[in-house]
């Protein structure tokens, strides 16, 4: 046996002394071998950080919103790393893909809107013609989609103005991402 500074008997083979500190009353046991708990604590705490959070026991705590967070942080990390990407990546493109990225985010919560809308019209098309109540009209949700699908334009000359108007927009919406990664390329070329 080798003693370090002392030590009482109680502390041999321990690694525990009287001292307050470290490295006071320690001693140490040659013949000492590895405490199998602290070795296997040592694997499971490895093992639990680098398990995936979801995997873990205290996932089961977590709220709703919580987990829905947790699963939309990949989604929203892409699509910051799509507005980080290099030049090559166009501004106009970085929009139309963070526009689905984003509808993709928005699944969650678009999806329960959806079911709550289709039973409220179950629900008032089955009180309409079973029972025979009429909904007002801020509230008629049939009615509403009933107009949505029958509507079209029947003035020629608005139509060609909607048309053109499209096309401008869209010429300035060109115009203004192709300033963008202009402006991009020339502060890379300064700042290189």
Partial sequence: MMTMSGGDADSVGRGRGKGKGRGVGWTWDWNWKWNSDWVASVKNMHKTWNKAFHKRKLWRSVSKPGKLVYYMQPLVEHLFDTWMQPLPFPTLLKFIYSWVLIFFIMIPMLYPLLVLLSYYGIFQYAAEEHFGLETPEKWDLLGAAARLWH??????????????????????????????????????????
């Fill in 151 to 192: 509507f079209e334009v029947t003035n020629r000359k608005y139509l060609l103005f909607v048309s053109m108007y499209i096309d401008r927009y869209r010429v300035v919406i060109t115009a203004i991402s192709s300033t963008v990664d202009y402006m991009r390329m020339a502060l890379c070329f300064v700042f290189s």
